[in-house]
Structures are given as structure tokens and as C-alpha cells.
């Protein structure tokens, strides 16, 4: 998805280039005639198209956006149009297709296309309850009405395409068949072609995994288009290289599904956990946190010049503070920016602790919801321990992603010597564990005198 216009440029490239070898490669033979192969790739293709077509009324319900409406009815109206006028009449009736139904398929591939290039460019406008309850049945309707004026046009009707691909005359290309026929398939290949286009456009502008794969999608179906016109086994019992361009299309269509299914899933887990640690957050708010303010406050009645309650003291208040940056951590959305996030778990803890900090943070770093966590984790017990025990009155957070994620938090306090263990330093051991529970390295490099600097990388 990064890379998805090199992707597109790849797939036309190929499309391209296998089409320009079939044409020239007169001494092999690319067409075969499977009538049983032809109705299973019309069936394949509308089973697709109807899966395709429940996922994204699964969408249109959530968002109620009048872009997913069309692409929805583009999908029905296809799967329709493949089952009804492709693989139903193959199988009922083998031999030459009634010109009835190569012009009510024709119609209606066009129409589909049309509302398949409409979607990605049409508005993400809400759609009115009114329009929602009567656009479900669009598609059935459309197709009706195409099939009834074909119906009672066809003693007028001309033959839409007369065409016999021979094994020997398949070679080489066949622009055969009604101006018409042949017009719409042009008009058709520009349609997609303007989809592959616009679905990338929306997919750079709302990040959309589904609108990126229907992007890659649509520039096979384009290059199926281009073979059909050459070689136009759309509408005969044969099997050509349209056919497998168009078996892609709906490929790429299935394994989009798959995606959104999967993010589905991805989505619903990810809400599950935020309800859980909202849970854990409250729990934490009116339970633990409560009663350890209700000990520090009531400390300070006690004698404050002994030494054993100035320690009870400070492990009071550590612990507050532990379990108010518990309560922070569980509480943060799941979906916030980690610059965002390290941004504001570095001012707090600033704040908190009595320092300074500046930030040089990478906008767009990705990483996983542990490893965000583990990070925020660090930085905060980074800043904590550079204050405490280094008494740094400023400390330097750097965020970069290039090979790899690397945090670095560098301070200028006395620093240490890390080769000796000091009484109680477990925040070292701990941020260690972090950053190697999720496969990744961590470093510490100080002297005395010479601050401290703290790297994790992932």
C-alpha cells in the first residue's frame, strides 16, 4: 500500500505487455474452447461481486457515506449481470449467444462500470433514511428494465458480435462485431482505467486500505477490456486472455474483502481492549489511587523529621504517581500518533518531576500498540530516573524511523557509572525488559559528570 502506485504501473505494465505478446505471437495458440470453463469463470466472478457487494452494504450501514451506496450497487449490479446474463444462459443454452442477451449484458457491464468509476470520485456526502431504504433494490430494478426493452426490441436488434476464434485464427486479433459492441468496450476500458485513477486519489486522501486494493483492481479489468476488443471472447464459448485479466479483477476484489474483513476484526479487538483498560483505569481511579492519597495526606500529620516516615512518605508518592501514570496510560486512545503520545507523556512527567524537556520527534512513526505502550513506558521512567538521580534540569528526546524505530532520551545531569549496580535501580532493568520482550535493543552510555543517554531500538 505504500508503494501502490509503483504497484498499479506493475500490473499495467505486465497487463500490457502480455496483451502486445499475444497479438505478435502468431505461432502460438492462447484461445480455447471450454464452454464448462466459461460458465465457471462467469460464476466465480458474480460469487465474488456478491461478497464484495455484502461487505461494503456492511460499510454503507456504519458510515451512511454515498460513495459506499454506489459502490455497493456497482457490485451487485456486476455480480447480477455475470450470474443472470453470463453464466445462466451459457448453461442453459450452449452454443452462439441470442443477441437479446449480448445486448442486455452489454447494457448492463456498461452501467456497471459507469457506477464503478462514479464511486471513487462521488461524494462522501451522508445519504438521506429516504434514499437508503429504496437503493437496495436499484440494481434488480435497473437490470429488469434493461432486460424487458431488450426484450421487446430484439426482432430489431442487430447481431452484436459474429465471431468464430478458430484455433487457428486466434493468434492474432479479431476487432469484429457492432460498432456499438465495440464503442461501449473502448468506453468501458477508459471507465476503469478513470477508476484505477480516482480510487487512488481517495485512497491518499483517507488512507482506505480497500480504496487502494480497488485501485490495483481496476487496472486489470481496464487491460481485460483492451483483450476484449482485440480478441473478443466475452460474448462465445471461448476462453481467452481477457478472461484471466477480468478472473484477476474480481481476484484482487476477493482478496480486498479478505482485508476489510480482517480489519473488521482488527477493529472490533481493538475496542474490546480499550472498554478493558477503561475498566482497569477506573478500577485503578477509585480503588488504589484513592486510598494511596488518603495515606499521603495523612502521613504528613505523623512526626516529619523522622526518618522512617520521610521514607514512608516519598514510597507513598511514588506509588501516587505510579498509579496515576497507570491510569494515564490506560486511558490514552489506542489510535493516537506515538509522536502525540511521547509528546505528552514527556510534559507530564517534566512537568511532574521538576525539568525540562525538547522534542525532536518523527511525525507518522507506525508501531504496534505494545511496542507504543513499552516506548511511552521508557521515556517516562527515562525522564523519572534523569531528575532523581542525575538532578537534570533539561532533557533532549529524539524519535527517528529509518531502518528502524530508535528513541533515544538524552540528559544533562551527573550521569553514573552504568557497570555498577546502584541499591533499588530496577527503572534500568525494567526499561531493559521492555525494549527485549519485543525483539528489541536497548543501551545506556553514561560517566559521572557526563549526563546520561537512553536508546531503544525496534
Known amino acids: 500500500m505504500r508503494r501502490l502506485p509503483l504497484t498499479m504501473a506493475a500490473v499495467a505494465g505486465v497487463g500490457l505487455a502480455v496483451t502486445l505478446l499475444v ?3 502468431s ?7 471450454q464452454p464448462a470453463l466459461h460458465v465457471a469463470l462467469e460464476t466465480t466472478a458474480a460469487g465474488v461481486a456478491l461478497v464484495a457487494a455484502y461487505l461494503v452494504v456492511g460499510r454503507f450501514k456504519r458510515r451512511r457515506r454515498f460513495d459506499d451506496l454506489i459502490l455497493a450497487q456497482a457490485l451487485v449490479l456486476f455480480a447480477l449481470t455475470n450470474l443472470v446474463l453470463g453464466a445462466l444462459p451459457a448453461a442453459l443454452s450452449p452454443g452462439p449467444k441470442d443477441p437479446a442477451v449480448t445486448w442486455a449484458a452489454l447494457a448492463c457491464r456498461l452501467l456497471a462500470a459507469a457506477a464503478w468509476a462514479y464511486a471513487a470520485f462521488a461524494p462522501s456526502r451522508c445519504v438521506a433514511t429516504g434514499l437508503r431504504r429504496t437503493a437496495a433494490f436499484a440494481p434488480v ?4 428494465v434493461i432486460t424487458m426493452v431488450v426484450a ?3 426482432p430489431y436488434l442487430p447481431v452484436g458480435v459474429e465471431v468464430s476464434l478458430l484455433p487457428e485464427a486466434s493468434n492474432r486479433p479479431q476487432v469484429v462485431g457492432h460498432p456499438v459492441v465495440i464503442g461501449v468496450q473502448v468506453l468501458v476500458m477508459i471507465l476503469f482505467a478513470l477508476a484505477a485513477v480516482g480510487f487512488l486519489r481517495r485512497f491518499r486522501r483517507e488512507g482506505d486500505e480497500l480504496m487502494g486494493w480497488l485501485a490495483v483492481a481496476s487496472v486489470p479489468a481496464s487491460i481485460a477490456r483492451l483483450n476484449y476488443l482485440l480478441f473478443p471472447s466475452l460474448y462465445s464459448e471461448w476462453v481467452y486472455t481477457g478472461d484471466m485479466f477480468r ?5 484482487l476484489i476477493l482478496l480486498a474483502a479478505g482485508r476489510e474483513v480482517r480489519s473488521y476484526w482488527r477493529a472490533e479487538a481493538d475496542v474490546a481492549v480499550l472498554e478493558e483498560r477503561r475498566r482497569l483505569a477506573r478500577d485503578l481511579h477509585d480503588g488504589m489511587a484513592q486510598e494511596l492519597a488518603f495515606i499521603s495526606r495523612n502521613i504528613r500529620r505523623l512526626e516529619r523529621d523522622d526518618p522512617i ?3 514512608v512518605e516519598a514510597g507513598a508518592a511514588r506509588a501516587l504517581q505510579e ?10 486512545p489506542l489510535d493516537q500518533p506515538l509522536a502525540d503520545a511521547l509528546e505528552e507523556t514527556a510534559q507530564e512527567v517534566a512537568v511532574r518531576e521538576g525539568t525540562h524537556v525538547a522534542l525532536n520527534l518523527e511525525p507518522g512513526v507506525e508501531v504496534s500498540p505494545a511496542a507504543r505502550e513499552a516506548l511511552l513506558r521508557i521515556a517516562g521512567e527515562a525522564i523519572t530516573n534523569a531528575v532523581r538521580h542525575g538532578g537534570a534540569d533539561l532533557v533532549r528526546i529524539e524519535l527517528v524511523s529509518d531502518e528502524a524505530v530508535r528513541l533515544r532520551i538524552v540528559d544533562n545531569g551527573g550521569g553514573f557509572e552504568p557497570t555498577r549496580s546502584r541499591p ?4 534500568l532493568t525494567s526499561m531493559r525488559e521492555r525494549a527485549e520482550r519485543l525483539g528489541g535493543r536497548f543501551a545506556v552510555r553514561s560517566a559521572p559528570g557526563a549526563g546520561t543517554e537512553v536508546e531503544v531500538t525496534l
Request: aromatic share 12%; hydrophobic share 55%; glycine share 10%.
Open 27 to 33: 505461432p502460438l495458440q492462447f484461445a480455447y474452447r
Open 323 to 332: 498509579s496515576r501514570r497507570a491510569i494515564a496510560a490506560l486511558t490514552e
Open 152 to 154: 421487446l426490441l430484439e
Open 424 to 427: 533499588g535501580g530496577f527503572g
Open 309 to 311: 516516615v520521610q521514607r
Open 23 to 25: 497479438a505478435l505471437s
Open 141 to 144: 430494478v435497473v437490470m429488469a
Open 247 to 251: 478472473l484477476l479483477f474480481y481476484g
